[in-house]
């Protein structure tokens, strides 16, 4: 019986050593056995005489008395140079067809501590490959990218402003909350602002033109969660089945697997425990369902009470009924 197997990635097999996680350049074995076969010279005696050969002229060499060439002599040596080449580190993804390269930023709080970041990214801009950039910035580049708290001045989006005009990139089209960051205070000391961004240059946009940044407040943190994602026609297919760890806390767990794995069954070897796998994912599936019911839908519920409050306080930031909850 033949069993076929797909893999999404292998590592990198040096054809030297037959070992896995390096290529044959950086094998050191190879390295070695270069050594080995090039021992080092030992030195000639300096009692003797020896004829050195140098490009197509021999002279004779003594230390007590040595020959002296007076007449210009054309050297000539044979060496193999060879011309470095231009290497790349990066990783490949398996469920990806383009190259493209990502920049994560997280700026320091200060105005003039951020200099030094909006010029490091400027040198980044020749980038050739699809870019994207994107984190916590601590920065606000438009007048009304904040609510609460102080007044915005024009040393606040100056810097930020310029880079954006000078590093040819472009904000990727948003969704979700209109502010990334909220001081978490009641009442009206509340602030919101926007200082998490998403920007990409015209490569990017153009192998990802559907590409959008979401920005939820999934989680109790003072930052919004980002996603970039782009709109993939493609079916996704059947449904993965998807085991929680918490499922081994419930007391009747161990007893349902044994259940199903004890059923006997006629097929044998490697076929019997896929058959036996299969029965059992449809078991754990009916044991969550009658148990919990659909993890899914109830997540989302539950997400959705939590964002709804916040969404509502971000819109009426004046009413305090709404800025309490």
């Excluded at 050191?28 to 050594?35: C, G, H, Q, S």
């Excluded at 044979?78 to 790349?88: I, L």
């Excluded at 050739?128 to 024009?154: E, H, M, Q």
Aim: with cysteine; glycine share 4%.
């Amino acid at each position: 019986m033949e069993q076929s197997i797909d893999y999404e990635w292998l590592p990198v097999k040096c054809k030297n050593c037959t070992g896995f996680g390096h290529i044959t350049v950086d094998c050191r074995k190879d390295t070695l056995k270069k050594k080995a076969l090039n021992p080092k010279k030992q030195q000639p005696n300096l009692q003797q005489v020896a004829a050195t050969k140098i490009g197509e002229v021999q002279m004779a060499a003594s230390s007590k008395e040595p020959s002296q060439v007076h007449k210009s002599v054309d050297i000539n040596i044979d060496k193999s140079w060879q011309t470095p080449k231009k290497t790349e580190q990066g990783k490949v993804i398996a469920s990806c067809e383009y190259g493209f390269c990502a920049t994560f930023v997280y700026g320091i709080n200060t105005i003039d501590k951020r200099k030094s970041l909006w010029e490091d990214l400027l040198k980044l801009k020749m980038v050739v490959k699809p870019w994207v950039v994107l984190g916590d910035f601590n920065a606000i580049i438009n007048i009304d990218d904040r609510v609460g708290g102080n007044s915005i001045t024009f040393n606040d989006t100056h810097d930020a402003s310029m880079w954006l005009a000078t590093a040819n990139v472009e904000v990727i089209p948003r969704a979700g909350s209109s502010f990334t960051w909220s001081n978490n205070q009641d009442g009206t000391s509340r602030i919101y602002s926007k200082i998490d961004h998403v920007f990409a240059n015209e490569d990017w946009l153009d192998e990802f033109p559907n590409v959008e940044a979401l920005f939820r407040w999934e989680t109790i943190f003072d930052h919004c969660s980002c996603i970039v994602r782009s709109v993939i026609s493609n079916k996704i297919g059947f449904k993965p089945f998807k085991y929680y760890n918490f499922w081994s806390s419930h007391p009747e767990f161990k007893e349902t697997v044994l259940i199903s794995w004890k059923n006997p069954i006629t097929a044998k070897g490697l076929q019997a425990i896929y058959l036996k796998l299969m029965r059992l994912k449809h078991c754990l599936r009916k044991f969550i369902h009658n148990l919990i019911g659909d993890i899914g839908k109830k997540f989302q519920e539950a997400k959705s009470d939590f964002i709804e409050p916040r969404m509502q306080a971000q819109a009426h930031l004046k009413e305090a009924r709404f800025l309490d909850k």
